[in-house]
Every structure is written in structure tokens, then in C-alpha cells.
């Protein structure tokens, strides 16, 4: 069993490291072409990846399920989130981006309650509140250095939390390579109905740098662009596979927590490619939401694992 703990443990950290560089290559390219451009590349090139996926899982049939409308809805939820969360990296620095994302923990701990009937106890709350001060000291309002584009990482976070418990209510019978085949397809559709509004609304510029990542009109990329956008749906691809491994070879409430492994990289990206240095109050604030995800995975693995059972697991 420790051999499989110490593998679930490696192959999330692995995947959350392999995430993390679509936020590099997206940023590099939000400032010459439009994020839904980039979406319907990545999602050409990661569509046959996960076929294959999804044959080896559970099988083709498998995509055509009696729960086709949750799974859809479900899908367009999460494009909605990334949408908003690539237009926020283009205006933010990265590390600003990816900490106030990681609110995403603590908004499903609050939303657990109202849609699947589970209790929230006082200190999950609590976890909660000192999470949003750390949104507020990263984003320092009143300062004159706040950016509308975090409300957008913020916005992210709890459409992307929900979307996850969604993703629990129907995991009894839905598979991850089957949920990950209909949000890859949302993004497609959902890249060029979108684009497809602004080219007939005739709206293609804007001010500010997210929504001129949203409106661009859409560009024959050059080779090295293309190669970006591409190598996102391989990083897509490759890190799914990884993380669904981890959850497989250990219990998600021990796993769960090496989630946070992601805020190393993206202030290391943004500072080699860009060459962002994260302010005081990024870390600071990015600290304080860290601890207060880790806190209350903590309060919630004592209240639903005894440790006898935890000892108890399976190999």
C-alpha cells in the first residue's frame, strides 16, 4: 500500500506540474491571437488522444450516455471557467492568476452544502473567510493597483468548483475520460459559437487585455505559435492521464492535498518567460490561501476517515 500512496502521491505531482505549462504557453500567445482560437487547436489535438482514452477506459459506447444532458451542461460549466481563466492569465501576472484560481478548494467545501446536502461545519467557514483575506491582500483594494481580470481567475475558481461537484454527483456511473471527452468538445463548440458572435456582431477590438484576448478576430498562426497552441492539448492529454492515475492508486483525501504543488510553478514560469517577480502581498496572500485550503482538507479527512480505517485502506 505505501508503494501505491508514494506512486499517487508522484503521479499527481507530476500532473499538476504538466498543467501548469498551458499557462505559459496561452499567455505567450494571448497577445496576438484569440483565446478561442487557441481553445479549438488545443481541442483538435487533444480530440483523438482522448478516444483512444476513452476506448481503453470504458469503451466508445461509453460517450453515449443515458446522462448526456448533466455531462453536457457540466462540459459548457467548465469551458465557461478556463474561458474566463486564460482571459484572466492575460492580463495578470501568472502567479497572481494561478493563487487566487486555488480558491477553487474552499469554494467547493461551501458549495458542498446547498447542491449535494452535506453538512459545512463552522471551521470549514472559517478556512473560508482567511482564504478571502488572502484574496484581499493580493489583490489590495483601495491601492489603485487592482485589476478587474481577478474577479475573472476568482469567477473561474467557483464555476470550476461546481463543476467538480458535479462531476461527483454523476462519477457513480461516468468515467473521467468520458467527462474529459464532453468538455473537450464544449470547448470546441464553445470556441467557435463565441467566435463566431463577435465576427457577426462585428466587434473585434477592445481596450483592456483580456477582452482583447476574447474579441481578436481569429489569425492563420505562424508555425511556432501553432506549436504552442498544439502542445497544449499534449500537456491536456498527458496530465489528465496522470492525475486520473493518481487518484486511482490512492484515496483522493490523502492525494488531494499535493494539489497545491501547482502554486510552485506558475510564479517559476511567469518569472523565466516573462520575467514577472510576484509582489510582497502575491505571496503573502497566495500563503494565506494555501493555508487555509490545507487547513480545511485537514478538518475534513479527521471528521470523514477515522484513523483506523485510514490504516485500513486497500493496496
Same mark, same amino acid.
Given at each position: ?7 499517487? /502521491? ?8 504538466? =498543467? ?30 482522448? /478516444? ?44 497572481? !492568476? ?9 469554494? /467547493? ?48 475558481? *467557483? ?20 467527462? !474529459?471527452?464532453?468538455?473537450?468538445? *464544449? ?48 500537456? *491536456? ?35 523565466? =518567460? ?14 494565506? /490561501? ?26
Amino acid at each position: 500500500m505505501q508503494n501505491r500512496m508514494v506512486g499517487g /502521491i508522484l503521479s499527481l505531482c507530476l500532473g499538476v506540474l504538466v =498543467f501548469s505549462l498551458q499557462d505559459p504557453l496561452v499567455k505567450a500567445v494571448s497577445s496576438g491571437y484569440p483565446v478561442t482560437e487557441v481553445m479549438a487547436i488545443r481541442s483538435i489535438v487533444a480530440l483523438p488522444i482522448l /478516444i483512444v482514452l476513452v476506448h481503453a477506459d470504458v469503451g466508445l459506447r461509453a460517450i453515449l450516455s443515458k446522462r448526456f444532458g448533466m455531462l453536457t451542461v457540466r462540459a459548457f460549466i467548465q469551458f465557461t471557467s478556463y474561458t474566463m481563466y486564460y482571459l484572466a492569465i492575460a492580463a495578470l501576472p501568472l502567479a497572481d !492568476a494561478v493563487a487566487l484560481y486555488f480558491m477553487a478548494p474552499l469554494f /467547493i467545501m461551501v458549495l458542498a452544502g446547498p447542491y449535494l446536502g452535506e453538512r459545512v461545519s463552522w471551521q470549514t467557514l472559517a478556512t473560508v473567510l482567511i482564504g478571502l483575506f488572502g484574496v484581499l491582500v493580493m489583490l489590495r483594494p483601495g491601492a489603485g493597483l487592482f485589476d478587474w481580470a481577478a474577479l475573472l481567475s476568482l469567477g473561474s475558481a *467557483a464555476l470550476y468548483g461546481f463543476s467538480q461537484l458535479m462531476a461527483r454527483k454523476i462519477g457513480d456511473t461516468e468515467s473521467s475520460t468520458v467527462m !474529459a471527452f464532453y468538455q473537450n468538445g *464544449a470547448y470546441l463548440v464553445g470556441a467557435a459559437v463565441v467566435a463566431g458572435a463577435f465576427h457577426l456582431a462585428g466587434i473585434t477590438h477592445a481596450v483592456h487585455p483580456s477582452l482583447e484576448f476574447l474579441v481578436r478576430p481569429w489569425l492563420w498562426p505562424t508555425l511556432p505559435d501553432f506549436l504552442k497552441m498544439a502542445a497544449c492539448g499534449f500537456v *491536456a492529454s498527458a496530465g489528465m492521464i496522470l492525475l486520473s492515475q493518481a487518484y486511482r492508486m490512492a484515496p483522493a483525501n490523502r492525494v488531494a492535498t499535493f494539489e497545491y504543488t501547482g502554486i510552485l510553478w506558475s510564479p517559476l514560469w511567469g518569472f523565466l =518567460f516573462f520575467a514577472e517577480v510576484p509582489r510582497s502581498t502575491t505571496v503573502i496572500g497566495a500563503a494565506l /490561501i494555501i493555508g487555509a485550503g490545507l487547513l480545511a482538507l485537514s478538518t475534513e479527512r479527521r471528521k470523514s476517515t477515522p484513523p483506523v480505517l485510514a490504516a485500513a485502506d486497500p493496496a
